[in-house]
């Protein structure tokens, strides 16, 4: 499997979009671990279903954009039906990795005046079988009012009953102020946190604004975790904790350097 260290805070991902590891070579341990992020979330699913998910950071490449692609790949290869939205307006990569146009996307809904919306007109099928996905759109002036706003929110009851699953790659909480509001509406947020990269006290910060707008964080996926720690010889690694709570915030958050 070949393997990539990049300079950290690119924009890589934005032009030549996010790595699918889990279509590329879904037998590796890297698509292994993605499968274990997807168990992990399940597990947290049972009293409660999830119909509804977001992956969010505390900052900009920290790696959100490509666990969400490939974890909303390894819920389709196992049979659920699910849309991935590209939900960072400011850094949107969907269409990027799916290599397709993004003249029309969630921004094009959220800014229609049209009472009805026909999801035909802006769900694309990515040609990977179970996942249909959505772009971001043309990047507007105040993208993070539209996150925010009623009218996503309608969208996304709307489209819910029409996958079994919505994954959103939303933006970073400390970048943009919104995140929150949509994410506590939601069924469901996971936090991504690079190793070695976010400090403990982004991450605090993001975890403290995520409680404080009431948003149940499923757990968190440690990104690009290193060969000494995971025992690997390889430079990606997911880690993922979960059953968030007050014992588990302690534990995770004294992991992350000051
Ligand atoms: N575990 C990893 N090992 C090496 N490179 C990574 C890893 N995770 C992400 N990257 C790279 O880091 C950059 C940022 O990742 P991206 O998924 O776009 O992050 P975000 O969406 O949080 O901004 C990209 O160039 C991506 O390929
Ligand atoms: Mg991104």
């Known amino acids: 499997m070949a393997i990539f260290r990049k300079r950290r805070g690119t924009n890589e991902t934005m032009k030549k979009g996010a790595k699918l590891i889990t279509v590329a070579d879904p037998q590796s341990v890297v698509s292994e671990q993605f499968r274990t ?12 279903k999830i119909n509804t998910l977001a992956f969010t950071s505390a900052n900009v ?17 196992s049979g659920v039906k699910t ?9 949107p990569t969907l269409h990027s990795t799916f290599n397709v146009r993004n003249n029309t996307g969630l ?24 996942l249909s996905i959505l772009t971001a759109g043309p990047i507007p002036p105040n993208p993070a009012e539209l996150i925010g706003s009623q009218r996503m929110r309608t969208f996304i009851d709307l489209v819910k009953s029409h996958y079994d699953l919505v994954i959103i790659d939303l933006a970073p909480v400390l970048e943009v102020s919104d995140t929150q509001e949509l994410a506590s509406h939601l069924d ?67 992991r992350f350097k000051r």
């Open 37 to 48: 992020i997807r168990t992990n979330i399940n597990f947290m699913a049972v009293d409660h």
């Open 61 to 77: 490449s920290e790696g959100k954009s490509t666990i969400t692609a490939n974890v909303a790949i390894t819920y389709a290869q």
């Open 83 to 91: 849309l991935l939205i590209d939900g960072d307006l400011r850094r």
């Open 107 to 130: 921004t094009t809904v959220l800014t229609s005046e049209a009472k009805e919306i026909n999801l035909q007109d802006v769900v694309e099928e990515s040609g990977i079988e179970n």
């Open 188 to 254: 469901g947020i996971v936090l991504v946190v690079r190793q070695g990269k976010t400090q403990k006290q982004a991450i605090a910060r993001a975890v403290d604004m995520l409680e404080f707008a009431k948003v149940r964080i499923l757990g968190y996926v440690m990104n690009d975790v290193s060969s000494e720690n995971a025992g690997y010889g390889y430079g990606y690694g997911y880690g993922y904790g979960y059953g968030y709570g007050e014992s588990e915030k302690k534990g995770f958050l004294s």
